[in-house]
């Protein structure tokens, strides 16, 4: 676990660094003012997008392929942002009153004014049409004071932040007084393929415009940083002030813009598929934030333990665990317990697709969910409710004591009654056990309810040895499922 930095934010997660903005302080800098942020934008140009379908190459595109002549056709539509904060600085000791002592200046204090100070960032965008939009990380411009805009032929501008995307980290700026520029082509990161040559292009450092060269290594990589995680991996040097630039394909056309990279591991960075920015960008021009629809369910990854549990041919899809009361899902039909294998045709192998699939829908979209619930595969639609970010409200209370753990046999755990219903977890006794933790209560075993744990014995006694049992339990506030292999 080591530090992601999001501009002048500090988060903690996996060994990654947001190959963002290089940062410098000053004190005292001359005052600007800041034109306030547009509320809407209207009546202006598309963005330049690939037609859909376009069929990919016959063959690969040769190594020899000229860079140079693609470099010299892109440059121009990559810009370099700078943005300022200003800061409190901490309060300093006034140098004249420490020589001659307190109220030397006639004052009652001893330290000095406190201090503003002014916080550069440095990044990088792309425009996206010829009135001047262009597109960036969010964390570039985050509480930023003022954004300045310099284009490859050293014009520069004052831009508004005018659409935020935090949970995609993107951003959309318009240029004041900006006209005819060269707009970039949004390509398509779904028909992007793995070792297709790419090219980054940035500020690294604040050096300005900088090409690298490199091929994607991988795509729809989770990093762990939100629950819209699906990178594109690539080996073109990525370094801090690259953050917000555009990875492009042979062609010229944008297929990702670049974000993150990891810390300690020269040679690989991580950029956003510009499938993601496409399904925003209407949003952020229109309304300047984005909304997105939600299912109402929560979901777990599914082990080998649970596939067979389930009797799945495969560990695919996302297992239902809990539903929102009167929710998408629950009115739907949906149960725990159900597996989602499909959103609207596109197939969930893993459990973090699920919530990016579905995000792409606004609230009120109807979609189509495939379910698999007893071997059967059905089909279900869901009216989706908007997201309200909520945060956790307070800390968990104090857990009671609870009594010495009895053993409960072939399931390989130590037992008790658990507070309020069910039976607690107190110990791992067997290693068969893989999904269980000391502090789970379990709740159900193979669709029985588990009151206490002579329900549980007596539901354990008609599980068959060599197959694995199912059971839902309680950590924390979190409802999931669990897989138990019985030995034979």
Request: hydrophobic residues 40%.
């Amino acid at each position: 676990m080591t530090r992601v930095q999001f501009g002048t934010t500090s988060l903690v997660a996996l060994t990654l660094a947001l190959g963002g903005c290089s940062q410098q302080a000053r004190a005292n800098p001359p005052t600007q003012a800041v034109a306030p942020p547009a509320t809407a934008v209207a009546g202006t140009e598309p963005p330049v997008v690939a037609q859909p379908g376009t069929p990919l190459p016959p063959t690969p595109a040769p190594a020899t392929f000229d860079v140079a002549a693609l470099s010299d056709q892109v440059k121009p539509m990559v810009v370099n942002i700078t943005t300022t904060h200003e800061v409190d600085g901490a309060q300093g000791i006034d140098p004249f009153e420490f020589f001659f002592g307190p109220g030397a200046r006639g004052g009652g204090g001893g330290r000095s004014p406190e201090r503003h100070l002014q916080q550069t960032a440095l990044g990088t965008g792309f425009i996206i049409d010829r009135g001047g939009y262009v597109i960036t990380n969010e964390h570039v411009v985050h509480d930023a004071d003022e954004v300045r805009v310099k284009l490859a032929d050293e014009r520069e501008f004052t831009a508004d932040v005018v659409g935020r995307d935090p949970k995609l980290d993107l951003a959309l700026l318009k240029l004041e007084g900006a006209k005819d520029l060269p707009a970039a082509v949004l390509g398509s990161s779904e028909q992007l393929r793995v070792g297709e040559h790419v090219l980054a292009v940035g500020n690294p450092f604040g050096l300005g415009h900088t090409v690298t060269l490199g091929i994607v290594s991988a795509k729809a990589r989770s990093l762990n940083l939100g629950q819209y995680d699906d990178f594109i991996q690539t080996d073109a040097s990525i370094n801090p002030g690259n953050s917000g630039g555009p990875l492009f394909n042979w062609k010229g056309e944008v297929i990702g813009i670049n974000t993150a990279i990891r810390a300690g591991a020269n040679g690989i960075g991580f950029a956003i598929p510009v499938d993601a920015l496409k399904d925003v960008l209407p949003q952020l021009r229109e309304k300047g934030h984005v909304e997105r629809g939600k299912l109402g369910v929560v979901i777990q990854p599914i082990t080998p333990d649970l596939a067979k549990a389930l009797d799945l041919e495969a560990p695919r899809g996302a297992l239902v665990a809990e539903l929102e009361p009167n929710g998408p899902g629950a009115r739907a039909g949906i149960k725990p317990g159900d597996v989602i294998v499909a959103v609207n045709g596109v197939t969930i192998n893993h459990m973090e697709e699920l919530p990016r699939n579905v995000a792409r829908n606004a609230p009120g979209t109807a979609v189509k969910v495939s379910i698999v619930r007893n071997k059967q595969r059905q089909e279900v639609t869901a009216k989706l409710d908007p997201i309200v970010d909520e945060n956790p409200a307070g800390a968990r209370p104090a857990k009671a004591p609870h009594p010495a753990g009895q053993s409960a046999g072939k399931l390989g755990i130590q037992i008790s009654d658990a507070q309020g219903g069910g039976v607690r977890v107190d110990e791992i006794s067997g290693s068969n056990v893989r999904e269980l933790a000391p502090g789970d209560v379990i709740v159900e075993l193979n669709g029985t309810p588990v009151k206490d744990t002579q329900d549980l014995r007596t539901a354990a006694a008609k599980v068959k040895p060599g197959t694995v049992a199912l059971m839902k339990v309680r950590r924390g506030r979190v409802v999931r499922f669990a897989g138990v292999p019985i030995p034979k």
